[in-house]
């Protein structure tokens, strides 16, 4: 169910923030510059996704301010056991004899 009916209103946020035409000009770009795999190998990808983010004081994680999850809290202990099912042959033969 659609509580807002496909509104204007939010078919413009999408077209504006991610969809429409801003998809439309980077595919462009892409292509202008030799397509999908040539920007992977001249680095017009990763630096594309570089400008949004946003560098952690390296502080913040190391003294714990900021934590990131398996970098420097809640790891796994590499050492721990992995619980796993060990089946008897013998006893499934007999299971699947009974079946």
Same mark, same amino acid.
């Given at each position: 169910?659609?509580?807002?009916? @496909?509104?204007?209103?939010?078919?413009?946020?999408?077209? $504006?923030? !991610?969809?429409?035409?801003? /998809? +439309? *000009?980077?595919?462009?770009?892409?292509?202008?510059?030799?397509?999908?795999?040539?920007?992977?190998?001249?680095?017009?990808?990763?630096?594309?996704?570089?400008? @949004?983010?946003?560098?952690?004081?390296?502080?913040?994680? $190391?003294? !714990?301010?900021?934590?990131? /999850? +398996? *970098?420097?809290?809640?790891?796994?202990?590499?050492?721990?056991?992995?619980?796993?099912?060990?089946?008897?042959?013998?006893?499934?033969?007999?299971?699947?004899?009974?079946?």
């Amino acid at each position: 169910m659609d509580p807002l009916a @496909g509104s204007y209103f939010i078919e413009a946020l999408t077209d $504006e923030n !991610g969809g429409g035409q801003a /998809v +439309g *000009v980077h595919r462009g770009r892409c292509a202008r510059l030799g397509g999908v795999m040539e920007c992977i190998r001249n680095g017009f990808f990763p630096a594309r996704d570089r400008r @949004g983010v946003v560098p952690l004081p390296r502080q913040e994680v $190391e003294s !714990g301010d900021r934590i990131i /999850v +398996g *970098v420097n809290d809640y790891q796994i202990d590499e050492a721990a056991p992995i619980p796993t099912l060990y089946v008897d042959p013998a006893k499934e033969r007999i299971h699947l004899e009974r079946l």
